[in-house]
C-alpha cells in the first residue's frame, strides 16, 4: 500500500525566513510520481510539482525548490525568503500507475502541514 | 484555458434536499475525479470518470450520484445528505495516461 507522511503538521515563520517542508512516501512500485500542491484559504489545490521516479535531478523554480532523494524515499520542499502569501496548507501526494486498464493514476496525499509566515 | 470551474463557491442545503454540483473544464481531459474534503484534512477521492465513463467508485454511499454528460462536464448530483457530508467538494481533471490533476475551487457545502 501507499503511504505519504508529511511529519510537520503546523509551520509558522517570520517573514524572509527560508523553510522546508518534509515529505516521506511508502511505494512498492517502480515508477511513480510525487507532486506537491498547496492549497490557500480559499481552497483551491495548486500544482506546484510533479516529478517522477526515474528523475532524481532537483529543481528550482523562483524561490521553490525540491530535494528528490530515492534513497531516503524524501521528496522535500524549500521556500526561500517566504512570504506571508505564502501562507497555506502543502500537501505532498504519490500517484500510484493507472491499473484495471485506467489511464490515470490514483492520488495518495499526504495529511499537509499548515504554513503560516507571518510579517 | 487550463481551469477547471465548479459552481456554486458555497452551497447550504437541508437533509432533505436535491441540489447538484457543478464542474466544467475545457482543457480536453478525458479523465475527471471526484474529491471530498472535510476540514484540515487531505482529499479524499470519490469518484473518477475515464472517457466519461465511471470507473472508480470509492464506497461513497448511493446520497451521492455523479454524472458525466459530456467530456468536459461533470455533476454530482446530492440527495438525502448528512450533516456530515458537510465538506469541500473538489472537482479536477487530468489528460489521459497523464496524472497530473487540475484542481477547481471547489464547492463548499453546509448540509443543516
Known amino acids: 500500500a501507499q503511504k505519504v507522511t508529511q511529519a510537520q503538521t503546523e509551520i509558522s515563520v517570520v517573514e524572509k525566513e527560508d523553510v522546508t517542508l518534509d515529505c516521506v512516501y511508502e511505494?512498492?512500485?517502480?515508477?511513480?510520481?510525487l507532486f506537491w500542491y498547496k492549497q490557500p484559504p480559499s481552497g483551491e489545490l495548486v500544482f506546484l510539482i510533479r516529478r517522477n521516479s526515474f528523475d532524481e535531478q532537483n529543481e528550482i523554480s523562483g524561490r521553490y525548490s525540491w530535494n528528490f532523494q530515492k534513497s531516503t524515499s524524501s521528496f522535500n520542499f524549500t521556500i526561500t525568503a517566504s512570504q506571508v502569501v505564502d501562507s497555506a496548507v502543502y500537501f505532498c501526494a504519490l500517484s500510484e500507475p493507472g491499473a484495471g486498464g485506467t489511464s490515470y493514476g490514483k492520488l495518495t496525499f499526504g495529511q499537509g502541514t499548515i504554513l503560516t509566515v507571518h510579517p | 484555458d487550463t481551469e477547471v470551474t465548479q459552481t456554486p463557491k458555497h452551497l447550504v442545503m437541508g437533509m432533505t434536499n436535491k441540489k447538484s454540483l457543478k464542474c466544467e473544464q475545457h482543457m480536453g481531459h478525458r479523465a475527471m475525479y471526484w474529491y471530498k474534503q472535510k476540514a484540515k484534512k487531505p482529499p479524499e477521492l470519490m469518484f473518477v470518470?475515464?472517457?466519461?465513463?465511471?470507473?472508480i467508485n470509492e464506497s461513497v454511499p448511493s446520497r451521492f450520484s455523479p454524472e458525466c454528460p459530456n467530456s468536459s462536464l461533470l455533476n454530482l448530483h446530492l440527495h438525502a445528505l448528512q450533516p456530515e457530508d458537510s465538506a469541500l467538494y473538489l472537482c479536477a481533471s487530468s489528460q489521459p495516461l497523464d496524472n497530473e490533476q487540475f484542481f477547481g475551487p471547489g464547492t463548499r457545502l453546509t448540509v443543516l
Open positions: 511505494t512498492r512500485d517502480t515508477t511513480y510520481y
Open positions: 470518470y475515464s472517457y466519461e465513463k465511471l470507473s
